[in-house]
């Protein structure tokens, strides 16, 4: 595969377009679209850091590479005078969280559902969110814009424990994002979250960011996943997010359906409606992320407007049967034959935790794959990597996923599955050999978390 040549015509097989290459959406794509029938938008940086060229020949359906300023979000005239619009093409999406934004450009642009550029652009900064939940009274955190560390003192000296949030407003992962302490030093946290970078995901340019400060709240974490045709919701599932303990809020695993008390379905189905109201969204799938104050009471912490992360869209799929990935496809395609499911089994994901060190070997990974239910073992580091502490999601070390009956008998697989995987670490690494650790500070005795406002996985 090469590169799409400037002015030249696009397949004629080609009928959707991805803005942003989503490496975790292509096997469902491969599955659910006829081979040539994709073309990918991508950064050109990006496309350099991340070697994509044999990476999107590896997928039948991809059938071509286009390169084109997606990051643009301010100004996306160019990305759209760069991409030519394929005769056949009937759906545009995003395939990442930077794509979201020109997918909604090019779907407008060419008279496609989609998002809408409005809405993509408040998901896409979580301050134009933070205002649009406000203008609608949908529960929230205090928050505000904040441009150095002395912004940030001040709001901290404002709440009453002393502690807040600080994070990026358009970053993904929880790339940046640092809960913090009454004692921590702002100074020196306001550099990590500036300095938090994506080399091989951002384009290389200057791109502008603004930051925030929240109030940190407590309570059960979960994540809604619903996919809307024209504004309306076709369908809804709650996943329940377990997160690591520690400065930084990273998932450390998720499970479908979310084990919640009677009064908080209802509730969480409620404030969904009133946020796609809220931020105009038209068409797609939303990802949104919601603390639960007393364990029924929704408080928004963010939302994207694609696929999750995570596996998360696979979690879906395994408890409800269908295909989330198919649903997208369905109504970007202007129709809304989605069925409206409910979940006929569980489903989990637990990432694996590894001490700080050099890596000399994995282990277990066999009597992993051998538990009951468990369908995947993914480890994303071998002999020579070094470890460092886990900061966002892409420095996450791998990940097991099983299915279980219930909530309990999923919950021990996939946390049985988890502990076998056993990482050693050579003579300059600490702590010898390791065990995959699931039950870190900040989750009680159930597992479920306890709740650290500030956290939030991407693609």
């Known amino acids: ?14 009928t959707h377009v991805m803005v942003g290459f989503g490496a975790a959406l292509l096997p469902d794509l491969d599955r659910l679209l006829p081979p040539g029938s994709l073309l990918i938008v991508e950064e050109p940086d990006v496309v350099a850091a991340r070697g994509l060229l044999p990476r999107a020949a590896e997928h039948p359906c991809v059938a071509v590479l286009i390169t084109a300023p997606i990051h643009d979000e301010d100004d996306l005239s160019a990305m759209l005078a760069a991409v030519p619009r394929p005769p056949a093409v009937r759906a545009v999406l995003p395939g990442v969280e930077y794509g979201v934004s020109g997918a909604a450009a090019l779907a407008d642009a060419w008279g496609l559902p989609g998002a809408g550029p409005a809405a993509a652009r ?20 205090r928050w505000k814009r904040v441009a150095g560390p002395e912004e940030v003192r001040e709001f901290r000296s404002g709440t009453p424990d002393g502690r807040c949030v600080l994070k990026p407003a358009n970053r993904q992962g929880s790339l940046g994002v640092q809960l913090l302490d009454a004692a921590d030093d702002l100074d020196e946290a306001w550099k990590r979250t500036v300095g938090a970078d994506e080399p091989r995901l951002r384009a290389r340019r200057l791109l502008p960011t603004t930051f925030l400060a929240e109030e940190r709240l407590d309570g059960r974490e979960v ?41 908080a379905p209802e509730r969480i189905a409620d404030v969904m409606e009133q946020l796609v109201e809220a931020t105009g969204f038209r068409t797609g799938v939303l990802h949104a992320e919601w603390i639960l104050r007393d364990g029924e009471h929704p408080q928004l912490v963010e939302c994207a407007g694609r696929v999750p ?34 979940p006929r089994r569980h489903a989990a994901i637990r990432f694996l935790d590894c001490p700080p060190g050099t890596v000399e070997s994995v282990d277990g990974t066999e009597h992993a794959g051998a538990v009951p239910g468990v369908i995947k073992v993914h480890i994303g580091v071998g002999p020579g990597a070094y470890v460092g502490t886990v900061s966002n999601s892409h420095e996450r070390v791998g990940y097991v996923v099983a299915t279980g ?10 946390e049985r599955a988890a502990a076998s995987v056993r990482f050693r670490l050579d003579a300059d690494g600490s702590g010898g050999p390791a065990a995959a650790r699931t039950g870190t500070p900040g989750h009680d005795s159930t597992g479920r978390s306890t709740g650290r406002h500030g956290g939030g996985e991407r693609s």
Do not use: W
């Open 1 to 14: 595969m090469s590169l799409h040549p400037d002015g030249a015509p696009v397949p004629a097989g080609v």
């Open 122 to 141: 408040i998901l896409r900064d979580k301050a134009l969110l933070r205002e649009a939940a406000d203008r609608a009274g949908i529960p929230q955190p």
């Open 223 to 263: 994540s809604v996943e619903c996919v809307v045709s024209d504004g309306r919701t076709l369908f809804l599932n709650i996943t329940e997010k377990l997160v690591q303990g520690g400065r930084h809020p990273v998932e450390a695993g998720h499970q479908v359906p979310a084990h919640l008390l009677p009064a």
């Open 309 to 342: 992360g995570d596996c998360i869209h696979e979690l879906v799929d395994l408890a409800h049967g269908g295909s989330l990935v198919a649903d997208f496809l369905t109504v970007l395609g202007g129709s809304d034959a989605v069925t409206r499911r409910t």
């Open 405 to 414: 009956e219930s909530a309990d008998q999923v919950t021990t697989r996939v």
